[in-house]
């Protein structure tokens, strides 16, 4: 392996797991050293997944037509094809058919390198209109293939990783939540868009950055920070943000080497769309409503009030959405709401 395979094709490969589109750099050096008029990679994974990643503009439309020919092919993993190996040779007819298609798409020469692991398959097509590939080409593909499948398998775990991250996220900036990982001497370590929207930051981009805290509380936080870097099996610890205490931050052990703790911050409780507890429940459009301002916290008093009810009308409603929804009264009515999937929404 010399100098130049180290820089042109396996410092890609390492680096090309991260990158969005992954491996394009890998993909564009193997066009060139190859000479293909169109090199193009395309990832398939679990769940009918596909990226596909192309040197040229006309690398999809080459990579489409090498599979409408080359379909119910069967590709090994781990070698290099050349393209009669994959068309259908069993009918004349046939033959000239499939080579008809490529040639409209400037396909007449191809390599091909099919790679899997862990759930995903990895595919790098070369195609040429007119010249046949050099030995040197099939070299090219021949080193690639024994680090391509580590690669992928890299590829796959964080892909799984940022799947996770982008589920959890999601769902705590829906209920008005977000997390924030913090080192031992308070400094952040991550936070994900929700913790960058309802937390101050400040100015000095880092990394590590700090948030913007009056002295007391920066302090408190160092501190807590210290204690549960020290004490993984520590109770969680309540740090106030600010001087009046509106925002607080609940901090707890990581789970994560290098992480001194977790924190959890939340934005005041929002209303429940009424239009999911109506979809949940069976509830008519006034019931929602009123069930929604219960789940907000207003009396049913003053949820009346200001949907225009009277206080017997509702009365009348709250009877019926308890008994739609099995509540026992309306301490129940409001935990069952806030503890379903309603906030949700």
Not at 257 to 279: E, H, K, N, Q, Y
Not at 290 to 316: D, K, P, Q
Request: aromatic share 4%; net charge positive.
């Amino acid at each position: 392996m010399l100098p130049a395979d180290l820089r042109e094709l396996v410092l890609p490969l390492l680096d090309g797991a991260r990158d969005n589109p992954p491996w394009a750099l890998l993909v564009r050096n193997v066009a060139l050293r190859t000479r293909a008029a169109t090199a193009v990679l395309a990832l398939d994974g679990p769940g009918r997944v596909r990226t596909v990643v192309a040197a040229s503009s006309g690398g999809a439309a080459a990579l489409a037509a090498f599979e409408r020919a080359a379909a119910g092919a069967a590709l090994r993993a781990g070698r290099v094809y050349a393209l009669d190996e994959l068309l259908d040779h069993s009918v004349a007819a046939r033959t000239a058919s499939q080579r008809a298609a490529l040639a409209a798409a400037g396909v007449r020469h191809a390599r091909v390198l099919r790679v899997a692991a862990d759930g995903w398959t990895a595919t790098l097509v070369l195609t040429h209109p007119r010249e046949d590939f050099e030995g040197a080409a099939v070299a090219t593909l021949a080193l690639i293939e024994p680090l391509l499948a580590p690669a992928l398998r890299t590829f796959a775990l964080l892909q799984a990783e940022r799947l996770r991250a982008v589920v959890a996220e999601d769902g705590l900036a829906r209920l008005g939540a977000a997390q924030i990982a913090f080192d031992a001497e308070g400094r952040v370590l991550a936070a994900g868009a929700a913790a960058q929207r309802l937390l101050p930051f400040a100015a000095d981009p880092g990394p590590p950055r700090r948030l913007a805290l009056p002295g007391p509380a920066a302090d408190a936080l160092g501190a807590a920070c210290a204690r549960l870097a020290a004490d993984p099996a520590a109770a969680p610890e309540i740090v106030a943000l600010d001087r009046r205490g509106d925002r607080t931050l609940l901090l707890y052990p990581a789970s994560l080497a290098g992480v001194a703790a977790t924190g959890a911050v939340r934005t005041a409780a929002r209303s429940v769309d009424p239009g999911v507890l109506r979809a949940l429940h069976g509830l008519s459009a006034r019931e929602a409503a009123l069930a929604s301002a219960l789940a907000a916290g207003e009396s049913l008093g003053e949820a009346g009030a200001r949907l225009g009810l009277t206080r017997e009308t509702a009365r009348n409603y709250s009877k019926r959405i308890f008994a739609k929804t099995g509540a026992a009264g309306q301490p129940d009515l409001v935990r069952a709401i806030l503890t379903g999937v309603a906030p949700f929404a």
